[in-house]
């Protein structure tokens, strides 16, 4: 990755726009950013940090200190940078949120903030040539690129996408933070696991040993599960089996519990073969039994059959009976609808004319009654509606009204608008008059104004003199709150000098008492030394000491002997005190250190003092402050009264304008209003209004339409009336021809009789006889009460239609049924029938018999079939649990030796688990490439090791320890020098620096900043790092060194400069 440009505004100390050309500072590889303390040189890498990643470099920093304290409040911050990475070539800006006042007042009258959120815009440059292009983009339009996100989100993802780099990664590799590499160096296993955690993103490994974890859990109740399941599969086919040979009960169970499945299957046929013979056996007898019951049921049924047909016979004979005894009301009812169907179109041609006949004399009359009521008002138009041509001149007479009404409608829209048209002239002459004394109001007004603008000139001026020296000011309150931070922080120190000279008289006593214990433990055991010898010594054995095999007084233990591992023990024990003694001391010197560093930036000064100090301070740059506010107010509202008088005079200019033009446009009015009236006098023609006579033409047409209108309408009453008497003619000669009709071929009384059967209990009848009316006779309406005393109402119509309905079911019964299969052969008799009953319950008694076999045989057949049904699929049960505790037992053996090993329980390992291996792997990849470099710092004097458990660790693996070549000693971090902590600190981060981009798939990082430390190293060390630093810069790297150490300025030519105003902001400048 490589930086090419960054534009800051508002950001940190710096208020106004600063801009750095990384490419031109890096012509030589290599580059300083220098400036006092406090100046800002972190800021301009919190920025980089802060456009990549949308926040500040330092894990412990706050994001709050982008956004300048010096900027103005209505004005934006932003980052631009623009970088360069193996995906190609970008430019990100970036705007952090802030709160800027309302542009509008609240509702109460307070000037409230607004939140601006957070921005982000990303960009794609095709070619290193739109660099200047993007460069002259202030504005951030993007102009010429392009835009790749407009989201936080998306543009963070994509520009990790890019870079390749999470933010831990980012600054532990390509900028360091002030003392970040060093508490690197210095921290706890704990602390340097988290962080190589963080870099490396190893928290997949302590996913996976998690997740291995559970799969063991899960297999062993996998295990359980088809154990159980097992159990209750196989005590679901000793049920099922029903079996009752106990010896071969406990051998299946013997075989499920000691896992003996090749004996276990052999069992569970030979029980299944046993049910599915006994089950074959039982169904043969069913099915013998069966048959015996079909052929003594298919007797019975034959039986069956020829009762019912007697049955049925009887019954049809019944239903002739009966049909031949309603033939002559059928054949009435039959009559009298037929006379109904032909009356009823005749009636409804009679009731349409009565209607139309009625509707004529009512137009008629309404006709006449018009003319009588306009006669007096309008004699013209009823003569013409008496006269031989009524609806022709009637219809010109309309025409002519409307149009002579319809020429008077504008002049009518003219007149009612001439009154507001009068009052919108007399209102606008008076506001005429009132702009011109407004006008001449305006003119005093600006008049006065100058006088007042020399009054707040000498005000700001004044304030101006009052707020001189802020900067010192600010300087001074600094200054003082850092002394009594520092007061403040060596009283809190003393008391923990006090504590650790405690804990280290405690620890010496105890050392001292471990000691003592120990050369008394010591001289108890070499006081017994020769009893412990003879212990255990038999007769004829050679004596260690003597050699004799005579052993007359042995020696014997006293009673304050003790053994070896006693001894060691209380060793152990002096070793433990010594090693916690040595830490207090240092941990007593580290706190004594501290505490005198303190009291010398304190400057000496007590708490009270320095807070005294610091209230004296603050109250200073308080007021120089509140001075200059009021400057900036004065200033401030001398810009609004300027900016008033140029508002003033546009306004005085255009309201002159106003004026004469609507001078000129009241002229123009008046003179319109003047011809319109005499238009409206000459259009009324003697009536009161133009309105009065348009409603007179309109009124004449109205009352000729209306006389026109009724003689149309009586005309055609009386035309449809004569069509609906005509229609009733036709109506009646249709019936009757309805009428010759039905007296043809066919029976118009009884259509359904002629299909029946021929009965012989049904007597037959004359063809006259049936029918009451002869047809010839059905459509003789003399007149129109005969048509309607031939209607029939809805209820008689639907009775005697029912009527006939239920004759012709009937009917249609009779001839099917006698057409059904043996009815017509039926003997209908009482013996016959007789007979064939005894008969059917005889076979129906052999029936039941055969049925209660069957029913016997059945039973026990299913019985025996469910037994064998349900003992092989409890067979198969088994089976199934069978495969699966075998498939379960050998998955669960893998997932067991996979978590064992990876969780550090494995007896075939070094019980180490995965996520600590994959970090102490990698640590110690960063060892040796920070080794590569420490060598050329230190002049091979130092060297990096692992600790491998030395100091209690051998759970991760992860500490630190330095040997000095020198003395070929082991060192703690703690016990290096500030320089030799810097180198050291310089090489680890740099080691991994390489690891980390070999980890990114070989990422070059062709930026690197390295912050602060040089003024730790002697001359010569200093020469050593800035020669290696400089070889790096030999490989195509940038590198820029942080720092305020003035020795550095003399050896790096291609500089930043950093430097606070005396006003508070800081201010940035490049020399390449």
């Given at each position: 990755?490589?930086?090419?440009?960054?534009?800051?505004?508002?950001?940190?100390?710096?208020?106004?726009?600063?801009?750095?050309?990384?490419?031109?500072?890096?012509?030589?590889?290599?580059?300083?950013?220098?400036?006092?303390?406090?100046?800002?040189?972190?800021?301009?890498?919190?920025?980089?940090?802060?456009?990549?990643?949308?926040?500040?470099?330092?894990?412990?920093?706050?994001?709050?200190?982008?956004?300048?304290?010096?900027?103005?409040?209505?004005?934006?911050?932003?980052?631009?940078?623009?970088?360069?990475?193996?995906?190609?070539?970008?430019?990100?800006?970036?705007?952090?949120?802030?709160?800027?006042?309302?542009?509008?007042?609240?509702?109460?009258?307070?000037?409230?903030?607004?939140?601006?959120?957070?921005?982000?815009?990303?960009?794609?440059?095709?070619?290193?040539?739109?660099?200047?292009?993007?460069?002259?983009?202030?504005?951030?339009?993007?102009?010429?690129?392009?835009?790749?996100?407009?989201?936080?989100?998306?543009?963070?993802?994509?520009?990790?996408?890019?870079?390749?780099?999470?933010?831990?990664?980012?600054t532990q590799t390509v900028l360091l933070p002030q003392n970040e590499f060093a508490r690197f160096l210095r921290a706890r296993t704990g602390e340097r696991q988290g962080v190589l955690q963080r870099v490396f993103g190893t928290e997949i490994y302590e996913d996976i040993e998690k997740q291995l974890e559970q799969?063991?859990?899960?297999?062993?109740?996998?295990?359980?599960?088809?154990?159980?399941?097992?159990?209750?599969?196989?005590?679901?086919?000793?049920?099922?089996?029903?079996?009752?040979?106990?010896?071969?009960?406990?051998?299946?169970?013997?075989?499920?519990?000691?896992?003996?499945?090749?004996?276990?299957?052999?069992?569970?046929?030979?029980?299944?073969?046993?049910?599915?013979?006994?089950?074959?056996?039982?169904?043969?007898?069913?099915?013998?039994?069966?048959?015996?019951?079909?052929?003594?049921?298919?007797?019975?049924?034959?039986?069956?059959?020829?009762?019912?047909?007697?049955?049925?016979?009887?019954?049809?004979?019944?239903?002739?009976?009966?049909?031949?005894?309603?033939?002559?009301?059928?054949?009435?009812?039959?009559?009298?609808?037929?006379?109904?169907?032909?009356?009823?179109?005749?009636?409804?041609?009679?009731?349409?004319?009565?209607?139309?006949?009625?509707?004529?004399?009512?137009?008629?009359?309404?006709?006449?009654?018009?003319?009588?009521?306009?006669?007096?008002?309008?004699?013209?138009?009823?003569?013409?509606?008496?006269?031989?041509?009524?609806?022709?001149?009637?219809?010109?007479?309309?025409?002519?009204?409307?149009?002579?009404?319809?020429?008077?409608?504008?002049?009518?829209?003219?007149?009612?608008?001439?009154?507001?048209?009068?009052?919108?002239?007399?209102?606008?002459?008076?506001?005429?008059?009132?702009?011109?004394?407004?006008?001449?109001?305006?003119?005093?007004?600006?008049?006065?104004?100058?006088?007042?603008?020399?009054?707040?000139?000498?005000?700001?001026?004044?304030?101006?003199?009052?707020?001189?020296?802020?900067?010192?000011?600010?300087?001074?309150?600094?200054?003082?709150?850092?002394?009594?931070?520092?007061?403040?922080?060596?009283?809190?120190?003393?008391?923990?000098?006090?504590?650790?000279?405690?804990?280290?008289?405690?620890?010496?006593?105890?050392?001292?008492?471990?000691?003592?214990?120990?050369?008394?433990?010591?001289?108890?055991?070499?006081?017994?030394?020769?009893?412990?010898?003879?212990?255990?010594?038999?007769?004829?054995?050679?004596?260690?000491?003597?050699?004799?095999?005579?052993?007359?007084?042995?020696?014997?233990?006293?009673?304050?002997?003790?053994?070896?591992?006693?001894?060691?023990?209380?060793?152990?024990?002096?070793?433990?005190?010594?090693?916690?003694?040595?830490?207090?001391?240092?941990?007593?010197?580290?706190?004594?250190?501290?505490?005198?560093?303190?009291?010398?930036?304190?400057?000496?000064?007590?708490?009270?003092?320095?807070?005294?100090?610091?209230?004296?301070?603050?109250?200073?740059?308080?007021?120089?402050?509140?001075?200059?506010?009021?400057?900036?107010?004065?200033?401030?509202?001398?810009?609004?009264?300027?900016?008033?008088?140029?508002?003033?005079?546009?306004?005085?200019?255009?309201?002159?304008?106003?004026?004469?033009?609507?001078?000129?446009?009241?002229?123009?009015?008046?003179?319109?209003?003047?011809?319109?009236?005499?238009?409206?006098?000459?259009?009324?023609?003697?009536?009161?209004?133009?309105?009065?006579?348009?409603?007179?033409?309109?009124?004449?047409?109205?009352?000729?339409?209306?006389?026109?209108?009724?003689?149309?309408?009586?005309?055609?009453?009386?035309?449809?009336?004569?069509?609906?008497?005509?229609?009733?003619?036709?109506?009646?000669?249709?019936?009757?021809?309805?009428?010759?009709?039905?007296?043809?071929?066919?029976?118009?009384?009884?259509?359904?009789?002629?299909?029946?059967?021929?009965?012989?209990?049904?007597?037959?009848?004359?063809?006259?006889?049936?029918?009451?009316?002869?047809?010839?006779?059905?459509?003789?309406?003399?007149?129109?009460?005969?048509?309607?005393?031939?209607?029939?109402?809805?209820?008689?119509?639907?009775?005697?239609?029912?009527?006939?309905?239920?004759?012709?079911?009937?009917?249609?019964?009779?001839?099917?049924?006698?057409?059904?299969?043996?009815?017509?052969?039926?003997?209908?008799?009482?013996?016959?029938?007789?007979?064939?009953?005894?008969?059917?319950?005889?076979?129906?008694?052999?029936?039941?018999?055969?049925?209660?076999?069957?029913?016997?045989?059945?039973?026990?057949?299913?019985?025996?079939?469910?037994?064998?049904?349900?003992?092989?699929?409890?067979?198969?049960?088994?089976?199934?649990?069978?495969?699966?505790?075998?498939?379960?037992?050998?998955?669960?053996?893998?997932?067991?030796?996979?978590?064992?090993?990876?969780?550090?329980?494995?007896?075939?390992?070094?019980?180490?688990?995965?996520?600590?291996?994959?970090?102490?792997?990698?640590?110690?990849d960063v060892i040796d490439a920070a080794n590569s470099r420490l060598s050329q710092f230190s002049g091979s004097t130092l060297e990096l090791i692992r600790d491998t458990g030395a100091r209690g660790v051998r759970k991760t693996g992860l500490d630190l320890q330095i040997i000095d070549h020198r003395t070929d000693?082991?060192?703690?971090?703690?016990?290096?020098?500030?320089?030799?902590?810097?180198?050291?600190?310089?090489?680890?981060?740099?080691?991994?620096?390489?690891?980390?981009?070999?980890?990114?798939?070989?990422?070059?990082?062709?930026?690197?900043?390295?912050?602060?430390?040089?003024?730790?190293?002697?001359?010569?060390?200093?020469?050593?790092?800035?020669?290696?630093?400089?070889?790096?810069?030999?490989?195509?790297?940038?590198?820029?060194?942080?720092?305020?150490?003035?020795?550095?300025?003399?050896?790096?030519?291609?500089?930043?400069?950093?430097?606070?105003?005396?006003?508070?902001?800081?201010?940035?400048?490049?020399?390449?």
């Amino acid at each position: 990755m490589k930086l090419h440009h960054l534009r800051l505004r508002g950001i940190g100390p710096f208020r106004d726009e600063v801009q750095i050309d990384f490419t031109a500072l890096g012509a030589s590889g290599m580059f300083l950013l220098e400036g006092p303390t406090g100046s800002g040189k972190s800021t301009v890498l919190d920025a980089i940090v802060y456009a990549l990643y949308g926040s500040v470099a330092g894990d412990g920093a706050s994001g709050d200190r982008i956004r300048s304290q010096f900027a103005d409040p209505r004005t934006q911050s932003l980052i631009d940078l623009i970088f360069e990475t193996s995906h190609g070539l970008y430019r990100v800006l970036r705007t952090p949120e802030y709160f800027r006042p309302r542009k509008r007042r609240s509702a109460s009258g307070s000037d409230t903030l607004v939140k601006e959120q957070a921005k982000a815009l990303l960009w794609r440059l095709g070619s290193p040539d739109l660099i200047t292009e993007a460069l002259e983009d202030t504005a951030g339009q993007g102009a010429g690129l392009t835009p790749i996100a407009s989201r936080l989100d998306e543009v963070g993802r994509e520009i990790a996408r890019a870079v390749g780099l999470s933010r831990a990664q980012f600054t532990q590799t390509v900028l360091l933070p002030q003392n970040e590499f060093a508490r690197f160096l210095r921290a706890r296993t704990g602390e340097r696991q988290g962080v190589l955690q963080r870099v490396f993103g190893t928290e997949i490994y302590e996913d996976i040993e998690k997740q291995l974890e559970q799969m063991r859990r899960d297999a062993a109740k996998q295990v359980d599960a088809a154990t159980a399941a097992l159990d209750r599969a196989l005590a679901g086919f000793l049920e099922a089996c029903a079996l009752e040979d106990e010896q071969m009960r406990a051998a299946l169970e013997g075989h499920a519990e000691h896992r003996r499945f090749d004996e276990l299957t052999d069992c569970l046929q030979q029980v299944s073969d046993q049910a599915t013979a006994a089950s074959e056996e039982a169904a043969a007898r069913s099915q013998a039994a069966r048959a015996r019951e079909t052929e003594a049921r298919a007797t019975a049924d034959s039986a069956a059959i020829r009762l019912q047909r007697i049955d049925r016979r009887r019954e049809l004979d019944q239903l002739a009976a009966r049909l031949a005894a309603q033939a002559k009301d059928a054949a009435s009812a039959r009559t009298r609808l037929d006379r109904d169907r032909l009356a009823q179109p005749i009636a409804g041609a009679i009731s349409r004319r009565d209607q139309a006949r009625r509707i004529q004399a009512d137009r008629e009359k309404a006709r006449l009654a018009q003319l009588e009521r306009h006669r007096e008002s309008h004699p013209e138009l009823v003569e013409l509606a008496e006269g031989a041509h009524p609806l022709e001149d009637l219809a010109d007479a309309v025409e002519e009204a409307t149009s002579r009404a319809g020429a008077l409608t504008a002049l009518v829209e003219l007149e009612q608008g001439l009154p507001d048209r009068e009052e919108a002239l007399a209102t606008r002459r008076a506001a005429l008059e009132e702009e011109r004394t407004a006008l001449a109001e305006l003119d005093q007004q600006i008049a006065a104004r100058p006088e007042a603008r020399s009054r707040l000139v000498t005000e700001r001026d004044t304030a101006r003199q009052g707020a001189e020296g802020l900067a010192d000011a600010r300087t001074a309150a600094t200054e003082a709150a850092r002394r009594l931070e520092q007061a403040r922080t060596a009283t809190r120190l003393a008391a923990d000098v006090t504590a650790a000279e405690t804990a280290a008289a405690t620890a010496r006593e105890a050392a001292d008492r471990a000691a003592t214990h120990e050369a008394e433990q010591r001289r108890r055991r070499n006081a017994g030394l020769a009893a412990e010898l003879a212990y255990g010594l038999a007769e004829g054995d050679p004596c260690p000491v003597c050699g004799a095999t005579a052993h007359p007084e042995p020696a014997e233990t006293g009673a304050d002997h003790v053994d070896a591992e006693t001894v060691e023990t209380a060793e152990e024990e002096r070793r433990v005190a010594d090693a916690a003694h040595q830490s207090a001391r240092e941990r007593l010197t580290l706190a004594r250190s501290k505490h005198e560093q303190a009291l010398e930036l304190a400057g000496g000064l007590s708490v009270e003092d320095a807070e005294t100090a610091q209230h004296e301070a603050a109250a200073a740059v308080e007021a120089i402050t509140a001075q200059q506010a009021e400057a900036t107010r004065l200033e401030k509202i001398l810009e609004e009264h300027d900016e008033h008088d140029r508002t003033l005079s546009a306004r005085r200019q255009k309201q002159a304008v106003a004026i004469e033009g609507e001078t000129s446009a009241l002229t123009a009015l008046a003179t319109a209003l003047e011809e319109d009236q005499q238009r409206l006098t000459a259009a009324r023609a003697g009536a009161a209004t133009v309105a009065a006579q348009r409603r007179a033409h309109t009124e004449r047409a109205r009352i000729g339409r209306e006389l026109r209108e009724a003689h149309v309408s009586a005309d055609q009453a009386a035309t449809r009336a004569a069509e609906l008497a005509a229609e009733v003619d036709q109506a009646t000669a249709r019936a009757r021809e309805l009428a010759a009709e039905l007296a043809g071929p066919a029976d118009l009384a009884e259509p359904t009789d002629a299909a029946e059967p021929t009965d012989p209990a049904e007597p037959t009848e004359p063809a006259g006889a049936a029918d009451p009316a002869a047809p010839a006779d059905l459509a003789d309406f003399a007149d129109d009460e005969a048509v309607r005393d031939a209607l029939l109402g809805d209820r008689d119509r639907a009775d005697l239609e029912a009527q006939l309905s239920r004759r012709a079911t009937d009917q249609a019964r009779h001839a099917d049924g006698m057409a059904e299969e043996g009815i017509a052969e039926a003997d209908p008799s009482e013996a016959a029938r007789t007979a064939a009953a005894d008969a059917l319950e005889t076979l129906r008694a052999a029936v039941g018999q055969a049925q209660s076999a069957t029913t016997a045989a059945d039973q026990q057949a299913g019985r025996l079939a469910a037994t064998a049904q349900a003992t092989t699929a409890a067979r198969e049960r088994v089976d199934t649990a069978v495969a699966q505790l075998t498939a379960v037992g050998e998955d669960a053996g893998a997932v067991v030796r996979v978590a064992d090993l990876a969780t550090g329980r494995s007896a075939d390992g070094d019980r180490i688990q995965l996520s600590t291996y994959v970090l102490m792997r990698r640590f110690e990849d960063v060892i040796d490439a920070a080794n590569s470099r420490l060598s050329q710092f230190s002049g091979s004097t130092l060297e990096l090791i692992r600790d491998t458990g030395a100091r209690g660790v051998r759970k991760t693996g992860l500490d630190l320890q330095i040997i000095d070549h020198r003395t070929d000693e082991s060192r703690l971090p703690e016990t290096l020098s500030g320089g030799e902590t810097f180198i050291v600190s310089l090489a680890l981060a740099l080691g991994l620096a390489d690891i980390v981009t070999g980890e990114a798939g070989g990422m070059q990082m062709e930026t690197l900043f390295i912050d602060e430390g040089f003024g730790s190293l002697d001359p010569e060390a200093l020469d050593r790092v800035v020669a290696e630093i400089g070889k790096l810069a030999d490989h195509g790297r940038t590198i820029g060194v942080v720092s305020h150490v003035g020795e550095m300025k003399s050896r790096i030519a291609e500089q930043i400069h950093v430097r606070r105003t005396p006003a508070g902001p800081s201010t940035l400048s490049v020399s390449a």
